[in-house]
T-cell receptor
């Protein structure tokens, strides 16, 4: 089954304790992205990647890091989490051609609910 | 920069009522427009899309037309069902496809 998986699905942690949320897709997609969802704000893009070793900032990258060492995986790293990073996080992937990816739908994971105390 | 404005919810309708959820955008270049739906406890899934002006996307009875002259992409359905209750997001994927901007989402409740 084609899917995007995220782990963990739920996480409660404390301020300053480094954490990683994993994301993996089995559709051989070049493009992957992380979003956070907050009430009244919709989804906001954190980071994206067009291929292995190619990443760039979205609209809200502060406090986050990513890496893309393999095509299928795109982990999100919070090196020193703070309470304002409490949110629902989604990973997504899509095809990406030589002409870009504007036309392509994104496939979303089930979400990771993070609480930082 | 690019932006998406979506009508605020929640929207509450009776079964078989007509649905419109307004979405307007500002963008440079040639973006593609999408509607995604989120059911409780799940991730987003594509409902429909349109990739150029005057395109109409349609799926499961939902429709939306990419109107460049009014910078709009309103979602419509002629007769909603209880199973359509969900949160609907309008989204714009910019030229080149690097970034995506989402609206705030509109929660729809359909009563039997």
């Amino acid at each position: 089954e084609a899917q995007v998986t995220q782990n963990p699905r739920y996480l409660i942690t404390v301020t300053g304790k480094k954490l990683t949320v994993t994301c993996s897709q089995n559709m051989n997609h070049e493009y992957m992205s992380w979003y956070r969802q907050d009430p009244g704000l919709g989804l906001r893009q954190i980071y994206y990647s067009m291929n292995v070793e190619v990443t760039d900032k979205g609209d809200v990258p502060e406090g986050y890091k990513v890496s893309r060492k393999e095509k299928r995986n795109f982990p999100l790293i919070l090196e020193s989490p703070s309470p304002n990073q409490t949110s629902l996080y989604f990973c997504a992937s899509s095809l990406w051609g030589t002409g870009g990816g504007s036309y392509n739908e994104q496939f979303f994971g089930p979400g990771t609910r993070l609480t930082v105390l | 920069g690019n932006s998406v404005t979506q009508m605020e919810g929640p929207v509450t309708l009776s079964e078989e009522a007509f649905l419109t959820i307004n979405c307007t955008y500002t963008a440079t270049g040639y973006p593609s427009l999408f509607w995604y739906v989120q059911y409780p406890g799940e991730g987003l899934q594509l409902l429909l899309k349109a990739t150029k002006a005057d395109d109409k996307g349609s799926n499961k009875g939902f429709e939306a037309t990419y109107r460049k002259e009014t910078t709009s992409f309103h979602l419509e359905k002629g007769s909603v069902q209880v199973s359509d209750s969900a949160v609907y997001f309008c989204a714009l994927r910019g030229t080149g496809g690097f970034k995506t901007i989402f609206g705030a989402g509109t929660r729809l409740f359909v009563k039997a």
